[in-house]
């Protein structure tokens, strides 16, 4: 029984199995089933597909909760006025609650009015959208998208907008899992931020102020209906060209917004009724000045950042940097026109320098005169292309497609080193200056062959406040300020008579202006130096006469006395370069740029200590923090809410001493006399304390003028951008001090009068202008060449021998019978008081 009972379990069991098996095989054989077992694995494997091909290496839609679009660079200048924008892309990026509701609907009627209510995908237009592309198939006709907003936000920022199928499928399952990471708001945001809306605007807010001049708050609601049709095709709708078409597209926009409920019947017709009103394509808002200034910072802030998103987010072309320069608008305006207007003196009536540039001519001759990005931005001078010539006539053509005619009559100036005249010479493609006469007539412009650099400096902090590298920075991009390398000729000596005064010298040794040969070598021979127009020399002179009047042979003999070795260090102290010791660089033939000379002469107004150029004062990320600052020091106790009683908190003193202070301030003094009575006495009616060195490089190749006052240093030269001679008038004091006198004169009403300071341990003496000796019984006065003056010595270097009174009344009576009646002559007291007393 219990085998009976046991066989029967097993077997109770076995046929338990076998009747699910009979079962599902019984289930099978119905064609429902298997047919629904067809389809469910092919769902499971369709999904696996899908997942393998499409959305297995999509990019996560997380990355979206921290994402920033590119935004430009925006540089300001001293003022905190924008003065330029390294840019792209135009954007700029405001958050959801900026935009006004008005314009949101109007974008949601004309792109996804459903965007608040699906989760991603819109499946009735979809749907179309699927029905369009199958019937488009094999036409090459590109179907319609039918994508979301939040479909449009994925494709835009994370896949690309290749035209498949593939990428499609893509962007749908993306949409999905956009919309599980963010918020409708937050997605609108991108998607205002980021959609091209043409006229290189990105984002609703940069095409507001590129169509009609204005914000997102303050648009009208036609205003804002137009800017809601431009995603789909923006050159479709461009009002100079398609201005029909696109007032249509924009009342069918305002209908949309009328049949979702968002505006009344009354508001549509009204807006309908309205003028397109968009202006005419500008460029930013703002007056862009200084293009070799900025240039520069763009350069040390690629530098320093990197150029793109992949070099870091703090990147000049995506990074929204705010950096504050210190570019002065006024002093850069006034350094630009005033060293154009020199080399336009300099280049008038030797003829026509040639083209521009050349391009290739075909019927693209705009597009490709625009991809030259030559331009020129003087007085009402434009940049054109030489389309074709006849006998008495070119047609000319400009980048913005618009053309015109430049008659014989008005391109007569000769062409230089080749021979006949300017029209002659002309070739179709060549690119040129013009300027306009009447209508469409336009007449040749010459731009200087001839070119220079200039530099405005704040001698006590280093702060550039201008730079102008050439002619036009768009003509030439080459920063003659900066990177052209250039004989300084007689500028080089205040650092010459700087070592000798380190060296035992005074201001008024003296020092003999004569014929001086060093031997050289057994193959060389002797070396013998002239002074400038080969004069013999006037024998022994003071120190401050030879700096005066730019003596060369009193300068090389100071340099040898000195030693050339010591000479070199300190003009390599300063900055200005690293030369071997010979003594021909102490007449200037070393190389060296204007930034570099101008910064070392701002150093000797400074008292000797060391000074670092800088375009940059600090720069904030798009957040406004600041990321990098010139001057880093710290100034503890300066934020107390309450005096502590204690000295008044104060800056530690940058850069080390390099000069000795009294040095410095030596020179300073005896470059006075360049104003005075010395080389640049042009400069001496602006009336005001100043100082500064002409210079002439050999051949003349170069003329140089660097100085100015207490507040200013510039410098600036003219020359030739491959050497060449300028002509044997050329020298500093006849066409580089007139640069600095135009721009003095625009500037220097607008800062304070004030004197150089001597600093603690100087010894202000009267001694005999033209001797050195020490004077009693008579006082410096205030005529350009007293015979007394008052100089600077350090302690226990003064003269000790006199000119005895009788013998000073006599000089004085010589040198009033050749000036006039001297004014009153300064006590010392009235001097010292002047100068901040004797230290």
């Known amino acids: 029984m219990s085998e009976g009972e046991s066989g029967g379990a097993a077997y109770s069991m076995k046929r338990g199995g076998d009747g699910a098996m009979v079962a599902l095989r019984d289930a099978w054989q119905k064609r429902w089933v298997r047919w629904a077992a067809y389809l469910l694995g092919l769902a499971l494997l369709g999904v696996f597909l ?59 009627s004309a792109e996804d009015k459903n965007f608040f209510s699906h989760n991603g995908l819109d499946y009735p237009g979809l749907a179309s959208a699927v029905f369009d592309y199958v019937t488009k198939l094999g036409s090459g006709q590109r179907a319609r998208g039918g994508s979301t907003i939040t479909q449009q936000v994925a494709k835009n920022l994370l896949l690309g907008d290749e035209y498949s199928i593939t990428r499609k499928i893509r962007e749908a399952i993306l949409a999905y899992r956009i919309e599980d990471v963010l918020t409708k708001q937050e997605i609108l945001e991108l998607y205002l931020n980021e959609i091209y809306l043409g006229r290189n605007a990105y984002g609703v807010q940069a095409a507001a102020r590129a169509y009609f001049g204005k914000d997102v708050a303050d648009l009208k609601l036609h205003e804002a209906a137009y800017l809601a049709i431009l995603p789909k095709a923006p050159s479709n709708y461009r009002p100079e060209v398609h201005m029909q078409r696109a007032l249509d597209r924009r009342n069918w926009a305002l209908g949309a917004m009328q049949s979702n409920g968002w505006i009344t019947r009354e508001q549509m017709l009204a807006a309908q009724a309205e003028p397109l009103g968009t202006i005419p394509r500008t460029g930013d808002n703002f007056e862009k000045v200084g293009g070799y200034f900025v240039e520069e910072v763009r350069r040390q802030l690629v530098e320093k950042f990197g150029e793109k998103r992949e070099d870091g987010p703090n990147s000049v072309y995506a990074g929204g940097l705010w950096v504050r320069t210190s570019l002065d608008p006024a ?65 000319i053509g400009f980048a913005n497609g618009d053309k015109g005619v430049l008659p014989r009559s008005t391109a007569t100036m000769p062409r230089k080193r080749v021979g006949g005249t300017a029209f002659d010479s002309m070739r179709p493609g060549d690119i040129i200056a013009v300027a306009p006469m009447s209508g469409d007539t336009y007449a040749l412009r010459n731009v200087p062959e001839i070119s220079g650099g200039m530099v405005v400096q704040n001698p006590r902090s280093g702060r550039v406040y201008a730079m102008q590298g050439g002619f036009d920075s768009q003509i030439s991009p080459f920063n003659r300020a900066t990177q052209a390398d250039r004989q300084p000729g007689s500028t080089i000596k205040p650092f010459v008579y700087a070592t000798a005064l380190d060296n035992g010298m005074t201001p008024a040794t003296q020092i003999v202006d004569g014929t001086f040969c060093v031997y050289q070598s057994a193959s060389l021979g002797n070396k013998c130096f002239r002074n400038f127009g080969g004069s013999a020399g006037a024998g022994p002179q003071t120190m401050r006469w030879g700096l005066e009047q730019s003596r060369n042979l009193m300068t090389v003999r100071a340099a040898n006395d000195a030693g050339m070795t010591n000479v070199v260090k300190t003009i390599k102290a300063v900055g200005i370069g690293d030369y071997k010791p010979y003594l021909s660089i102490a007449l200037g033939a070393g190389d060296t740029t204007v930034m570099k000379i101008t910064n070392a002469y701002s150093m000797l107004v400074n008292h000797g200590r060391e000074l670092k150029p800088t375009l940059i004062d600090y720069v904030q990320d798009r957040r406004g923090k600041v990321i990098f600052r010139s001057d880093p020091r710290t100034c503890e106790r300066c934020n107390m809410p309450k005096w502590d009683g204690k000295p008044m908190p104060r800056f530690a003193q940058r850069g080390r001493q390099i000069l000795d202070p009294i040095t410095s301030y030596q020179v300073v003094h005896m470059l006075e006399g360049v104003i005075t009575r010395g080389t640049a006495v042009t400069l001496a009616d602006l009336k005001r304390p100043m100082f500064g060195k002409t210079g002439t490089s050999s051949g003349p190749t170069n003329v140089w003028f660097v100085g100015g006052t207490p507040d200013v240093v510039a410098g600036v030269y003219l020359g030739f951008d491959q050497p060449r001679s300028m002509g044997g008038y050329a020298q500093g004091g006849r066409l580089a001090a007139p640069v600095f006198k135009q721009f003095a004169k625009e500037i220097f009403p607008s800062l304070p009068v004030s004197e150089f300071l001597a600093p603690p341990g100087t010894r202000m003496v009267r001694i005999d202008r033209r001797s050195g000796r020490r004077v009693y019984g008579a006082w410096p006065g205030d005529e350009a060449k007293a015979a007394v003056i008052w100089e600077a010595f350090k302690p226990e270097t003064e003269p000790r021998r006199s000119i005895r009174p009788e013998e000073m009344a006599a000089a004085v009576k010589a040198v009033q019978k050749r000036t006039g009646p001297a004014t009153r002559a300064r006590s010392d007291s009235e001097f010292l008081q002047q100068q901040g007393g004797i230290y």
């Open 331 to 395: 002093m850069q305006r006034a350094t630009t026109e005033a060293l154009r207007d020199a080399l336009l003196r300099y280049d008038r009536g030797s003829g026509w320098s040639g083209p521009l540039n050349k391009i290739e001519m075909d019927d693209q001759w705009a597009s490709r005169l625009a991809s030259t990005y030559i331009d020129i931005d003087y007085e009402n001078w434009r940049v054109a292309v030489v389309i074709e010539k006849s006998a008495s006539a070119a047609e």
């Open 50 to 108: 899908i997942w393998v091909i499409f959305a297995r290496d999509l990019p996560s839609a997380e990355t979206l909760v921290d994402y920033e679009p590119d935004l430009p660079t925006m540089v300001r200048g001293v003022d905190g006025e924008i003065v330029n924008s390294y840019a792209r892309e135009r954007r700029v990026q405001l958050q959801y609650k900026d935009y006004p509701l008005p314009l949101i609907r109007a974008f949601l």
